[in-house]
């Protein structure tokens, strides 16, 4: 079946643009996540999603990034006023139930802000 | 920040070698998981070892897990070329937030034809 998806796989922003990430979790998971990816570093926990309800954003480096998921399914990662720090690759990941599961990731989304 | 530590950071091999990565820890945790990453692409789920397992087998892969030591092993047996990849290992917290992962800065594993 279809996997986690990602777009778009790769974003080139300008210094002071907002951005829009967009993930599409696997069908029916309940719980989706989002991981920011420093060159050469694991992936850090941004902000966890439990059907629609947003019960975690305490990754999230300040005030510029935002995260929603209005359905319960798609969930959209926005960032205001890039900053060249912003520069990663943003991962999606879900899994079936609330906790202690398998998570399963996208692609990512690599940003580069220039 | 980051719990996990893999270590080697780096390691070349021949193939049909075997190849080991560890990795420490520093929670309580309910599970230990294994990802690999190829170059510029995601996470792929590898294995899932509970705390309450000491060893877990799948294919060419063996992981171990020492909870009293806060550290986990991953055994690839008769490596391959396309096993070339970044390893990472994630934690959740059994004391705290059990939802979400917490990574290494993974190891990459080279496997020369």
């Known amino acids: 079946g279809a996997g986690v998806s990602q777009s778009p796989r790769y974003k080139v922003a300008k210094r002071g643009q907002d951005v829009a990430l967009r993930c599409d979790p696997i069908?029916?998971?309940?719980?989706l996540f989002w991981y920011q990816q420093a060159l050469g570093q694991g992936p850090e926990f941004l902000t966890y999603f439990q059907n629609e309800a947003q019960l975690d954003k305490s990754g999230l480096p300040s005030d510029r990034f935002f995260a929603e998921r209005p359905e319960g399914s798609v969930s959209t990662l926005k960032i205001q006023r890039t900053q060249q720090e912003d520069s990663a690759v943003y991962l999606c990941?879900?899994?079936?139930?609330?906790?202690?599961?398998?998570?399963?990731f996208g692609p990512g989304t690599r940003l580069l802000v220039l | 920040s980051q719990q996990g530590e893999e270590d080697p950071q780096a390691l070349s091999i021949q193939e049909g070698e075997n190849a080991t990565m560890n990795c420490s820890y520093k929670t309580s945790i309910n599970n230990l998981q294994w990802y690999r990453q190829n170059s510029g692409r995601g996470l792929v789920h590898l294995i899932l070892?509970?705390?309450?397992?000491r060893e877990k087998h799948s294919g060419r892969l063996r992981v171990t897990l020492d909870t009293s030591k806060k550290s986990s092993s991953l055994l690839i047996t008769a490596s391959r070329a396309a096993d070339t990849a970044s390893y990472f290992c994630?934690?959740?917290?059994?004391?705290?937030?059990?939802?979400?992962?917490?990574f290494g800065k993974g190891t990459l594993l080279t496997v020369n034809p």
């Open positions: 994630a934690t959740d917290d059994s004391g705290g937030s059990n939802y979400k992962l917490t």
């Open positions: 070892i509970r705390s309450n397992e």
């Open positions: 990941a879900s899994s079936k139930g609330w906790s202690q599961e398998t998570q399963y």
């Open positions: 069908s029916g998971h309940v719980s």
